[in-house]
């Protein structure tokens, strides 16, 4: 991959010269399309790459980084892994910035935490940054938001997050409280845009305002089809902050993308996320996450696979057993044989469907088991998802549903779109 910056500054060269690079560690499957685009030549300039735009914004300032382990400048090299693999190496984002003499406070953490091991949902503790020994204060623990005491020495943040572009992946809400504490505190922030993998299409229910959790803030659709930098000009814009305020933001827009820019994910955005195929097929099934079925976490093949020890074994010749591992200590059906679908040889494509969680429910052998009411809920935006599926209407009728708010929103998400 081109990366202009790098060719064009004695700044960047000393960065490359100096910092300690880092190998991927995405899975196999991936690698093709990963190094198909470092040699592309029109690739995606990612906005951390842009760094002859931002460093000057940074200079003698105090800087606390939301970030986690996605938060990386990836350099214009490869090398050989010990499998035979061509690898992109990348430093992190912290560690560059550091190494330049850019000061950085502190760190603060989303869900997963700063280096992206912790399980989803579970809470993150405060810490020190062992390599670096920053301050590390969690979004996903007591506080979702930073405090004005975390706050009083900072005069910039910056928000560097790799995400997936479904309402239910948190790290759209930490944006918002983020954006929120900046606003009340008049600090800056600084937004370093990233792809979003899903950012082709809008689909699924708009979550409505009674329904609003850490899970949803905002009445958009499950797919919202926007990056980073596009859903925080979003907040600001449709007054979502608290009594309305904004946040000063500056966005360092990519380079060479657009909505239609299929983009492989090098670094898992958080540990149930492998792969390609689990990212594009992450939108259906994770409505599982509100139901007693198990998506695959507990295995290797999380979000491309889906069972319970519930569902009809008649009907089904694919079964596993969810055992506790990296992401998951606590799989749903832990040591259970979970009867199902595996997913993980189809062709993913980049779309939402029902079919999948329709399926799971009407092989159920008892229906009652499926759905956990109150987590489904939150995870659709809506009651009326569950009783539609409940009273067996086709997806066809259920997407009928949506349309008049998804048109709607598909007008409001035009005027915020920094790309194509």
Request: proline share 5%; net charge negative.
């Amino acid at each position: 991959m081109r990366f202009k910056v790098f060719k064009n500054t004695v700044l960047l060269f000393v960065l490359v010269a100096i910092s300690c690079a880092s190998k991927t560690k995405n899975d196999a499957s991936s690698n093709d399309e990963i190094l198909k685009q470092i040699h592309e030549e029109d690739a995606i300039l990612l906005g951390a790459n842009r760094t002859e735009i931002y460093l000057p914004i940074l200079k003698d300032k105090r800087i606390g980084v939301v970030a986690n382990q996605t938060s990386v400048i990836f350099r214009d090299k490869s090398e050989i892994s010990e499998k035979g693999k061509e690898e992109r190496l990348y430093t992190h984002l912290v560690d560059s910035l550091l190494k330049l003499n850019i000061e950085i406070k502190k760190v603060f953490s989303p869900e997963h935490g700063f280096r992206g091991t912790a399980d989803a949902g579970e809470d993150v503790k405060d810490g020190v940054d062992t390599k670096t020994q920053l301050p590390i204060f969690s979004l996903h623990g007591k506080n979702k938001k930073p405090t004005d005491v975390q706050l009083e020495d900072l005069d910039i943040m910056v928000f560097d997050i790799q995400d997936v572009g479904v309402r239910f992946y948190t790290y759209i809400s930490t944006l918002h409280y983020v954006m929120e504490a900046c606003a009340e505190n008049n600090i800056p922030l600084l937004i370093l845009d990233r792809p979003n993998p899903n950012g082709n299409y809008v689909d699924g229910p708009v979550l409505e305002n009674e329904h609003s959790s850490f899970l949803g803030m905002h009445p958009i659709p499950l797919v919202h089809g926007m990056t980073i930098g596009e859903y925080a000009q979003m907040i600001n814009g449709e007054s979502w902050l608290n009594d309305g305020i904004k946040c000063e933001i500056t966005i360092i827009e990519m380079e060479n993308y657009t909505h239609e820019s299929n983009y492989s994910l090098p670094i898992r955005p958080s540990p149930n996320l492998p792969n390609d195929q689990s990212i594009l097929l992450y939108p259906s099934l994770g409505l599982f996450e509100g139901t007693n079925i198990n998506a695959g976490r507990g295995t290797e093949f999380q979000f491309q696979r889906y069972g319970a020890p519930f569902l009809n074994k008649n009907h089904y010749s694919f079964s596993y057993t969810p055992q506790p591992n990296f992401g998951s200590k606590y799989p749903k059906h832990n040591n259970e044989v979970c009867y199902g679908v595996d997913l993980s040889d189809v062709k993913a494509e980049r779309q939402f469907t029902l079919k999948y969680v329709m399926d799971a429910y009407n092989n159920a052998i008892d229906k009652s088991k499926v759905f956990n009411k109150a987590n489904f809920t939150t995870h659709a935006g809506t009651a009326k998802l569950q009783q539609q599926i409940e009273a067996g209407l086709s997806e066809a009728e259920i997407r009928a549903t949506w349309q008049t708010d998804l048109d709607k929103y598909r007008k409001l998400r035009q005027s915020y779109l920094l790309y194509k």
